[in-house]
């Protein structure tokens, strides 16, 4: 049975948004259609339709017979988008403090033990990801659909520069006891501490 052009472009947007997202293109690097549809296996219909909710996101420009490319971003909108996303955060937070069940407090102290391990190993990529599981987490708790949707959105732009803050050295050392504190202040059911 063929695939709806819906769930095609979708899976073509999802498809090329992770590759985005993990660095496999870089900031101002061109998009070419035909090669990503290539690359992809999806029609230039679903190339395009991808590429214009990948721009709606922020993840990408499309310039007028230039075409698409993955956007930069600059110093100053990076640190409006972090001020943003703390803000969001700290709203999720308390909200995740305040429905936190025992069972979901042991998953996200499993997940606090697991970054302890990966910083004492030196393994910063694990680091990397569990701390992604870790804030995913915490918004799945707080069950807040707009600010988890809001905060999806500005995380694109920085993904980037995120994993590649977490890879320098002495970085997930000074995050971690940061992490742990919010995982205290969940578990403790205290919302204005989270």
């Known amino acids: 049975m063929?695939?709806?052009?819906?769930?095609?472009?979708?899976?073509?947007?999802?498809?090329?948004?992770?590759?985005?997202?993990?660095?496999?293109?870089l900031p101002g690097e061109r998009l070419v259609e035909a090669q990503l549809c290539e690359r992809l296996g999806a029609s230039r219909f679903n190339v395009r339709a991808a590429l214009a909710d990948l721009a709606a996101e922020g993840l990408i420009e499309?310039?007028?017979?230039?075409?698409?490319?993955?956007?930069?971003?600059?110093?100053?909108?990076?640190?409006?988008?972090t001020e943003v996303r703390m803000v969001l955060e700290g709203l999720v937070a308390a909200r995740?403090?305040?429905?936190?069940?025992?069972?979901?407090?042991?998953?996200?102290?499993?997940?606090?033990?697991?970054?302890?391990?990966?910083?004492?190993?030196?393994?910063?990529?694990?680091?990397?990801?569990?701390?992604?599981?870790?804030?995913?987490?915490?918004r799945q708790i707080a069950g807040h659909r707009r600010a988890d949707a809001l905060l999806e959105t500005l995380r694109g732009p920085l993904?980037?520069?995120q994993y590649m803050l977490a890879l320098q050295p002495g970085r997930p050392?000074?995050?971690?006891?940061?992490?742990?504190?919010i995982i205290a202040a969940i578990c403790g059911r205290a919302p204005e501490v989270a």
């Open 2 to 25: 063929a695939r709806s052009d819906a769930s095609a472009a979708d899976e073509a947007r999802a498809v090329l948004r992770g590759a985005i997202l993990r660095g496999e293109f």
């Open 96 to 138: 995740a403090a305040e429905r936190v069940t025992a069972k979901q407090g042991k998953e996200l102290k499993q997940l606090g033990a697991l970054m302890r391990a990966a910083v004492k190993a030196g393994q910063f990529r694990t680091y990397s990801e569990l701390n992604q599981r870790l804030h995913a987490a915490i």
């Open 173 to 181: 050392a000074v995050s971690l006891p940061e992490h742990e504190r």
């Open 159 to 161: 993904v980037r520069q």
């Open 62 to 81: 499309v310039e007028r017979n230039k075409g698409a490319h993955v956007r930069k971003v600059s110093l100053a909108e990076a640190i409006e988008i």
